[in-house]
């Protein structure tokens, strides 16, 4: 995804509505609108935010190519003025987000974009595309790293990803949400993350015999040696010989480090208690067991509980599509624009799905915390004038059933604002993590949640109120619209 070249990156209609705004006389009215998700993918009880940095990127790149002009003229559906207008585009508006690595929950703005129309209409799809996907495989790499309960997680997906750029960036994503590192060689040059391998089957495959192919690979790669044990048979033939050929290594003076066997078939519960016994009767125990093989959380979870003996999991396919949720499901929806004197007008939209109502105004989110425990007690989405006082008390209520109410003592609780300063008139104002520091702060994200809420199934929800000032603003446009 080369961010120099990305303004096509759009839906047609983006540019039609622009070149409307343009038309009309409205290409300078400044709106708001919010990028945020409805529900949480995989029945998760929170969700990973991630894909900032490449929105960043997208956003600071944004302008229209010579090649992008001509392309659009010969749509034949776009204005002479509109034309001209499109080749000194730039973005010149404000962006607030929610940092990457941010755990976070459905309807809270994950980015809040103050901008022309003409503008804000145009970034819509490309961000949606980035957040959504990246968000996508941080959440669902922290349901595999939960499951594996310690032990490291490798992504390696790319030859099963929908694309290059899905491989790439996913496994960025992936080692945000908690993956120790990935196969993905070029993820590990653009993002400076840790790459792992072993070897495949067709390494066995392509020497006269297996022994001889592990003493080559051992020969190469001896800080380094996982040997792959089932081209063959895993107890009978792939397991002894790995252990002989560890027994040559120490024989020839080579300290035994970062080495172990990887499993990639069969049942790997029992094949992994068979491995470990026959490699501590060798004198072995420090090896680790890897796996593979279409794992998932819930296999994952599942061998735990019949005790194997894994140590590391390599986790492709359903990690890095997301195989059981493929699509994040965010939007961007419009909250508020101004009304040309200084004031912004609030706009909701409304449905006979009650979920897809939207919260309008100008939004920002509270996290409150525990003061004793730093755990999430909920978040508050509220207006941008409002503000929580930590030294009084504070009442939450659920929106829905507003009898169900939480009281805060004064000094009890901790007040966090999520989104934070991005771009200010145009300007980049934020210098992004490395992404092994948002993977940290992501680890801490994770510790603030109670046990209740990280598990895979079932999770207790943590609770997302509005205001009661937004709540009252809400209530009072569906009542004007109604009438309407």
Known sequence: MNTNDLALLTDLYELTMMQGYHETGLENKIVVFDLFYRKNPS?????????????????KNLHFSIEDINYLKSLNIFSDSFITYLENFSFTGEVY????????????????????IIEAQLIETALLNIINHQSLIATKASRVVWAAQGDPVMEFGLRRAQGPDAGTYGARAAVIGGCCGTSNVLTGKLFDVPVKGTHAHSWVMSFPDEITAFREYARLFPNACTLLVDTYNTLESGVPNAIKVFQEMRENGIELKNYGIRLDSGDLAYLSKQAKKMLEEAGFEDAVISASSDLDESLISSLKLQGAKIGLWGVGTKLITSDDCPAFGGVYKLAAESDGKGNFVPKI???????KVTNPGIKKVFRIYDKKTGKI??????????????????????????????????????????????????????????????????????ETLWEEHKRNKNPHVVPVDLSEKLLALKLKLINEMSIK
Not at 99 to 116: D, Q, S, Y
Not at 395 to 411: E, G, H, V, Y
Not at 425 to 446: D, F
Request: glycine letters at 4%; aromatic letters at 8%.
């Open 97 to 116: 987000a929610i940092p990457e690595g941010t755990v976070v929950f459905p309807h809270e703005p994950l980015m809040r974009i103050k901008a022309p």
């Open 349 to 355: 939209k409304l449905s006979n799905n009650t979920e």
């Open 377 to 446: 007690k909920a978040d508050i989405i509220a207006l941008e004038e409002e503000s929580i006082d930590e030294t009084k008390v504070l009442t939450l209520f659920d929106n829905n059933a507003t009898w169900k109410r939480m009281t805060l003592q004064p000094n009890t609780y901790t007040v966090r604002e999520l989104l934070i300063p991005i771009f200010k008139n145009g300007k980049c104002v934020y210098n992004s993590p490395s992404v092994m520091e948002i993977q940290s702060y992501c680890n801490k994200e994770k």
């Open 43 to 59: 029945g998760n009880g929170y969700a990973v935010a991630a894909g900032l940095e490449q929105a960043i990127d997208y956003i």
